[in-house]
């Protein structure tokens, strides 16, 4: 499958703890984005990185960083965890200017 | 600030009967906007966008900028139908999106 792929697909973890999400772009694509899906809010951008240099940033938290490797794949780490940041955690890779995301099946992060 | 707002969570329509999912949005410029549609167990996935002006799976979306409004419309609707949609807003190589709307058509 050369689409977006996502690891781990869930997560159960305490709060205070730091958990790191990965995501594999599609094949070509040098953009990433990450999304946070809770309960009501819909899907709030969190960061965006191209060709590993942060592009924009949404609403992140200081908590919580990414990065994107030289193979373009990226990180989310999620640090000090609470309660509040149980979600869904979906990772987007597109072609630049066409608009188009094309997304990962998600990280459901549960904080206990 | 840019901003995109679907009023309504849950949305329930018979089978056969038209279909509006609204969508309004808050940008000073040139907004490009999209929806992305989730059906069950499948991936968020884009379904039309305003530049292409085409018609996919029966749905449209026409963009009113006097409203600032971008509806996805469908003149009757199918049980397939059923799915979260979100409407989003191109700016800065982003896309921010609605909280989106639950369609549930009812056979």
């Known amino acids: 499958d050369s689409g977006v792929t996502q690891t781990p697909k869930h997560l159960i973890t305490a709060t205070g703890q730091r958990v790191t999400l990965r995501c594999s772009p599609r094949s070509g694509d040098l953009s990433v984005y990450w999304y946070q899906q809770s309960l009501d809010q819909g899907l709030q951008f969190l960061i965006q990185?191209?060709?590993?240099?942060?592009?924009a940033k949404g609403n992140i938290l200081e908590r919580f960083s990414a990065q994107q490797f030289p193979d373009l794949h990226s990180e989310l780490n999620l640090s000090s965890l609470e309660l509040g940041d149980s979600a869904l955690y979906f990772c987007?890779?597109?072609?630049?200017?066409?608009?188009?995301?094309?997304f990962g099946e998600g990280s459901r992060l549960t904080v206990l | 600030a840019q901003r995109v707002t679907q009023p309504e969570k849950l949305l329930s329509v018979f089978k056969g009967a038209p279909v509006e999912l609204k969508c309004n949005y808050s940008y000073s410029g040139s907004p490009e906007l999209f929806w992305y549609v989730q059906y069950s167990r499948q991936r968020l996935q884009l379904l039309l966008r305003?530049?292409s002006r085409e018609s996919i799976k029966g749905f449209t979306a026409d963009l009113n900028k006097g409203e600032t409004s971008f509806h996805l419309k469908k003149p009757f609707a199918q049980e397939e139908d059923s799915a979260m949609y979100y409407c989003?807003?191109?700016?800065?190589?982003?896309?921010?999106f609605g909280t989106g709307t639950r369609l549930t058509v009812i056979p």
């Open positions: 987007a890779s597109s072609e630049m200017g066409t608009g188009e995301l094309f």
């Open positions: 989003a807003l191109g700016w800065a190589n982003n896309l921010f």
């Open positions: 305003h530049i």
């Open positions: 990185y191209y060709n590993g240099e942060e592009r």
